[in-house]
């Protein structure tokens, strides 16, 4: 492996380029350049390719500063990310448990497999499908009312609910995922050591596999947090009139109002947000890497 | 230690509360593709009148074949720059290495309301402008970060002596890379070409801000369709959408773990 190194170290950039320049170039062209052009829109008064003469404005942050809807809006996304990340710890984190430290062999990898599967499926596709299970008379309330001896109506689609469980079903298979992958890691006799010193339960996962698996912890959060204070298409589809978010106003502003500028300056916001919670998590990130 | 055994008795039911939770809504959306009702009403009939129906819908078949065509497309760039891009990662050491690995990172990140949006407003400003091009310049961008890190994963497990010996015993660089390298990385190669149509073929939020009316993807066609109103119709599409995407997904698995065991 040394010598491997030092032969690379000589031969360097030169030969690497031509190797690496295509795909290089592609991202600087298809996501880099992107992102600084919106930098460069967002403070802009028009679009300048419209014909129309522009000017260079800070007034689409000061937009965003002077009127309290898109603070509301900007907190009720992060409220809902926080809400989303929490119910998928809830639920993801005790599934990964079982997962790395109670199956074993084949029913563990073939188990792993489902879970994963779903998430690498159609995302849209799968927030439409609980339009079915959620509405009125559909599959939840059938199968509640056929069971209970009174009648209830359940209609949860287009309320607040419907959005925070399909998001939670659309994530919650990222926190499985990146917590076993920690659990996993942790050696069982650390367990069982703190167990014959006579540690409970309770004080084991407290004291041991909680810290231990921190790391995944963090990871699932951030990976799961990111994405869903930046959606709009699952409130659109499940929250209707009351799936209003930062996502689906950011969208309102290339598809529907065409204040591009606006749209522009709003993703920026958006991705600064983003950018500080991930330096925030990278710490954490880094000692487990 | 009948405890213990209660206790991993619950956590096995749970595991199975959990898949149910995962699998439920998708199956009742396949089952209601079947079903007469187009208000997706009970009692159950059997029908298959939707994917029939299917067939006559020109609009979705247009938009399926493009989502096709964009999705081959996008496997067969990414595999080559992908791979190209990891050997010269694996095999070379130079200044900036850690940040052009780091740089791979943003496109997986980023939420892709924001790199789509982004796309739309770069694409519009130097002339690109909407439609199925822009949409393949997108897909590969998001797409590149993935194969590269399944192929680096892959080569991480390559011993750097088999090119030495091969070296010694006369092959050129090319020989080297396609005789021996190349073949050893395959499955990588393989399952990350399936990870970038799974990508591409997936894809909604990057098409739908780069699509037009007449060139679009599969998703941004159901989605325009959910926002009309449900049909049992859409129902039949996104079963065979879910059907095809959970069957690649299967392949890649079985590609990537079997190949990394080998």
Same mark, same amino acid.
């Given at each position: ?10 031969s ?5 380029l031509p190797?690496?320049a295509?795909?290089y ?8 350049l ?6 460069f ?7 300048s390719?419209?014909?129309?003469p522009?000017?260079?404005t ?29 119910w998928?710890?809830?639920i993801?984190y005790?599934?990964a448990y079982v997962l ?6 084949r ?8 879970v994963?599967?779903p ?7 799968r927030?439409?499908?609980?339009a079915?299970v959620?509405r009125?008379?559909?599959i939840l ?8 001896p009174?009648?209830i ?17 659309s ?12 659990l996993?890691?942790i ?7 703190g ?14 596999i909680i810290?231990?698996?921190m790391p995944g ?6 990976l ?8 709009f298409?699952?409130?659109r589809i499940l929250?209707?009139?009351?799936g209003?978010?930062?996502g689906t106003?950011i ?6 109002v065409?204040n ?11 991705l ?7 330096a925030?998590?990278s ?7 | 230690?009948a405890t213990?055994?209660?206790?991993e008795?619950l956590?096995r039911l749970y ?5 149910a939770?995962l699998?439920?809504?998708?199956i009742?959306m396949?089952?209601?593709?079947f079903?007469v ?8 009939e059997?029908?298959t009148e939707?994917?029939?129906a299917l ?10 074949w493009n ?6 497309i996008?496997?067969l760039?990414?595999?080559v720059?992908?791979s190209a891009?990891?050997?010269a ?9 850690k940040?052009?690995?780091a740089?791979?990172f ?5 939420p892709w309301?924001?790199?789509?949006t ?8 130097v ?5 199925l091009?822009?949409i393949l ?5 998001l797409?590149?970060?993935y ?15 088999l ?5 010694s015993l006369?092959a050129n ?7 021996v390298?190349?073949?050893?990385i ?7 070409g399936?990870f970038?149509? @799974? /990508?591409s073929?997936?894809?909604? =939020?990057v #098409?739908?801000f +780069?699509?037009t009316?007449?060139?679009?993807t ?5 989605y325009?369709a959910?926002?009309?109103?449900f049909?049992?119709?859409?129902? @039949? /599409?996104?079963t065979?959408?879910i =059907?095809? #995407?959970?069957? +690649? ?8 773990k ?5």
């Open positions: 492996m040394a010598a491997q190194g030092a032969t690379a170290t000589r360097g950039l030169r030969s690497a190797l690496l295509p795909a170039l592609w991202l600087t062209v298809a996501i880099f992107p992102l600084s052009a919106m930098v829109f967002s403070f802009m008064t028009e679009l390719l419209s014909g129309k522009w000017a260079f800070l007034g689409n942050y000061a937009a965003f500063f002077s009127q309290s809807l898109y603070l509301t809006l900007l907190l009720a996304s992060l409220r809902l990310g926080l809400e989303v990340t929490l998928c710890i809830v993801g005790p599934a790395a430290k109670v199956l074993k062999g029913s563990r990898e073939a188990i792993f497999l489902l994963i599967l998430f690498w499926s159609n995302g849209l596709v927030i439409f499908s609980w079915m959620l009125e008379g559909g309330d059938t199968a509640l009312n056929a069971v209970l009174f009648k109506n359940i209609d949860l689609m287009y309320s607040y609910p419907a959005v925070i469980i399909g998001l939670v079903h994530y919650v298979p990222y926190m499985v995922l990146t917590c076993y992958l920690t996993q890691a050696d069982d006799s650390l367990i069982e050591a167990r014959s010193l006579g540690a409970t339960r309770l004080q084991v996962l407290k004291r041991i810290p231990l698996s912890l963090v990871a699932g959060a951030a799961i947090f990111v994405p869903v204070v930046g959606s298409m699952e409130p929250g209707g009139r009351t209003t978010f930062y106003v969208e309102d502003q290339f598809v529907a065409f591009w500028p606006l749209g522009a300056a709003l993703s920026f916001i958006l600064a947000v983003v950018l500080v919670i991930l925030v998590a710490p954490v990130l880094r000692r487990a890497a | 230690m213990t055994r209660i206790l008795g956590g595991i199975w509360l959990l898949l939770f699998y439920l809504p998708i009742i396949a089952l209601m593709s079903n009702s187009p208000f997706y009403q009970l009692p159950f059997w029908t939707w994917y029939a067939w006559q819908n020109d609009q979705l078949i247009a938009a399926t989502s096709i065509e964009i999705a081959v996008t496997t760039i990414c595999t720059l992908g891009a990891s050997l990662l694996y095999r070379y050491d130079f200044r900036g290495k940040f052009l690995q740089l791979l943003p496109p997986i990140a980023i309301l924001i790199t789509g982004a796309m739309l407003i770069f694409f519009f400003g002339g690109i402008g909407r439609g091009f822009a310049l997108g897909h590969v961008a797409a590149l970060p194969v590269i890190v399944v192929v680096s994963a892959r080569l991480q497990t390559f011993a750097p002596e090119e030495e010996a091969a070296r006369g660089q090319w020989q080297v890379t396609s005789r390298t190349l073949p050893w395959m499955p990588g190669v393989i399952a990350g399936l970038a149509f @799974a /990508v073929f997936d894809q909604f =939020v #098409s739908y +780069l699509s009316p007449g060139q679009t599969l998703p941004v066609e159901i325009a959910i926002r009309k109103g049909t049992p119709e859409i129902n @039949a /599409v996104s065979i959408i =059907v095809v #995407s959970m069957a +690649l997904m299967l392949l890649t698995a079985r590609f990537f079997f190949g990394g065991e080998k």
